[in-house]
């Protein structure tokens, strides 16, 4: 049975509905290495512990930069873009559940899911939502201010370079949002469009 390990973040509610994007960085098996590494990336970047909103511009840019060069890091970062929805629970929801239903090793598995600021109510409610559309989860847990580690904030991270990109933030971030969509080392998980109601 293959561990999977599911990193959440999100931004957007702030525009009330115009655009929430949810970032998922999904790994399956042993994530020390990972979080080894991406601790070791953070620090060559220069871009540390901050998160992506408070970062320096030019030190996010080479973090980023660096993970988008590294083949470790191929099918496991994903995002979801959604426009004219205040629904932010459910959104998230359904898009933890696409996300690993399109996962590789999706066929046989248990998930552990960390939101990061998911109340102790709120992680009930995703558990029991997740199970209901066919998700194995093992566990969700929502992740303090205090316990964020490298995975969480390589999620905030890919969240905030999104909307950056898409807003037309920079031309540096534009062309790099390019590039790893060409690469498919990000990947754009579309929500299934719910169905039309037929006229009266």
Not at 43 to 61: P, T
Not at 137 to 151: F, P
Request: hydrophobic share 30%; proline share 3%.
């Amino acid at each position: 049975m293959q561990k999977l390990y599911c990193y959440v973040d999100e931004t957007g509610q702030d525009t009330k509905g115009g655009m929430f994007i949810v970032a998922i960085v999904v790994f399956g098996g042993d994530t020390d290495p990972l979080l080894s590494y991406c601790e070791q990336l953070e620090e060559d970047s220069g871009k540390g512990k901050f998160k992506w909103g408070k970062a320096e511009h030019r030190r996010r840019s080479e973090y980023l930069r660096r993970v988008f060069a590294d083949s470790r890091f191929e099918n496991s970062l994903r995002y979801v873009v959604s426009h004219e929805t205040t629904d932010y629970d459910k959104t998230t929801i359904k898009a933890i559940t696409e996300t690993i239903h399109r996962h590789k090793f999706a066929q046989s598995y248990t998930a552990s899911v960390y939101v990061d600021g998911l109340s102790k109510t709120k992680q009930r409610e995703y558990s029991q939502e997740l199970r209901k559309l066919g998700v194995r989860v093992r566990k969700v847990r929502g992740v303090t201010k205090d316990e964020n580690n490298a995975l969480t904030r390589l999620a905030d991270a890919i969240a905030g370079f999104v909307r950056d990109a898409l807003e037309g933030q920079s031309d540096e971030l534009q062309s790099l949002y390019r590039e790893a969509i060409r690469k498919g080392i990000l990947i754009e998980v579309a929500l299934e469009a719910p169905p039309k109601t037929p006229p009266p």
